[in-house]
């Protein structure tokens, strides 16, 4: 039994260390900040923020995966925090965009 598998987990997760900008509304106004994601799955990122971000906010995620050249816009929703640290589930990607994940998720475990 895997780590994901044990915590009830969808997708398998692959240690990362990229940079993501996060926008989202507070008190109205759009507010966009640098973060660190480091871990990503087919469905979601783990971000290290330096601010803590409600569960169930919605959020803008700018990144560039490993392995690949195109960058992404996805928007997410804070599923789980613990500190700074935030799972973040991806909220409709294009087919385009789940394509990208899923290939970079299987380029990594070959990897791994």
């Not at 915590?7 to 926008?23: D, L, M, N, Y």
């Not at 169930?56 to 392995?67: C, E, H, I, N, T």
């Not at 789980?80 to 998720?105: A, K, S, Y």
Request: with cysteine; hydrophobic share 35%; glycine share 8%.
């Amino acid at each position: 039994m895997t780590s994901d598998d044990r915590w009830g987990r969808r997708w398998e997760r692959h240690a990362i260390t990229i940079p993501v900008a996060v926008s989202l509304l507070i008190k109205g106004e759009r507010t966009k900040f640098h973060s660190q994601a480091t871990d990503v799955s087919r469905g979601g990122l783990s971000v290290f923020m330096t601010r803590e971000i409600p569960i169930g906010v919605r959020v803008q995620l700018d990144f560039l995966l490993p392995y690949s050249s195109t960058p992404l816009t996805l928007r997410g929703i804070v599923r789980t925090r613990h500190g700074f640290n935030h799972g973040i589930e991806f909220v409709h990607p294009t087919h385009e965009q789940q394509e990208i994940l899923e290939r970079t998720c299987k380029v990594l475990t070959l990897l791994s």
